[in-house]
Nanobody
Framework: QVQLVESGGGLVQAGGSLRLSCAASRITMSMYTMAWYRQAPGKQRELVAAIDVSGHTNYADSVKGRFTISRDNEKKQSYLQMNNLKPDDTAVYYC???????WGQGTQVTVSS
């Protein structure tokens, strides 16, 4: 069974940076688009960024220019580099494989003002 495990969340001040990692197992990662979603308290889960098998990326407008998604298929890792973090970025961040409808357990990111 495919497993996705996120790490790298934490508490950071506004303007700071975090790098989230998603470790995938029991999956040939090179075959799948990888995505990051987030869910803030009282809000719907939303797409943050995605990267397809060719390396093409797309981002939510709210994070363009600040976040970067990447992947390392050999290491079976997906990454989300988050710079210039804002309090509105506070949420639980989830790794997701759309085709398999598989979610990780999430990692909390809290940005203080």
């Amino acid at each position: 069974q495919v497993q996705l495990v996120e790490s790298g969340g934490g508490l950071v001040q506004a303007g700071g940076s975090l790098r989230l990692s998603c470790a995938a197992s029991r999956i040939t990662m090179s075959m799948y688009t990888m995505a990051w979603y987030r869910q803030a308290p009282g809000k719907q889960r939303e797409l943050v960024a995605a990267i397809d098998v060719s390396g093409h990326t797309n981002y939510a407008d709210s994070v363009k220019g600040r976040f970067t998604i990447s992947r390392d298929n050999e290491k079976k890792q997906s990454y989300l580099q988050m710079n210039n973090l804002k309090p509105d970025d506070t949420a639980v961040y989830y790794c997701y494989v759309p085709v398999l409808n598989k979610w990780g357990q999430g990692t909390q990111v809290t940005v203080s003002s």
